[in-house]
């Protein structure tokens, strides 16, 4: 039984995204806490000096460090390769996807291009990622199990 809200990482560089984010996660059930950040190394020094987070949504393309060098870190990393990336990205290249996946994504979802497919993409994601999978307990995940 989980003792606390998850806590999900947003990390987008466009603040209209990520306002329209925040507007769909109103909209929805999803009461759990979102963290903002802009850019990659935003992600590691949020990663680096809080709690881990249970999910992080990451966009690709942004400065400073983008989100291929960020997903690279964390699934290269033994104690954040656990936690689960979901990229949301306006490429719907066949390469980003293959990079993706193969760096260890969990999932890819090209962004939508209206609110309410927005609305109904971050409705599956609450769904999914926060009320039917198990997601790792940070303690466990610390202590290297």
Known sequence: MRDRPYT???VEDDEDDYLLFSEAIA???????????RDGE??????SE?????LIILDLN??????????RQ?????LLLSIPIIVMTTSGADEDIEFCYSMGANSYIKKPDSFSKLLNTVKLIGA?????????RERYV???F
Not at 62 to 71: E, F, Q, S, T
């Open 8 to 10: 999900i990482l947003l």
């Open 27 to 37: 909209e929805t059930s999803i009461t759990h806490r979102v963290i903002w950040v």
């Open 42 to 47: 935003a992600v590691m020094k949020q990663i």
């Open 50 to 54: 809080h709690p881990r987070p249970d």
């Open 62 to 71: 942004m400065p400073a460090m983008d989100g291929r060098d960020v997903l």
């Open 74 to 78: 964390i699934k290269s990393d033994p």
């Open 128 to 136: 999914y990622w926060l009320n039917v999978v198990e997601l790792p």
């Open 142 to 144: 610390n202590e290297g």
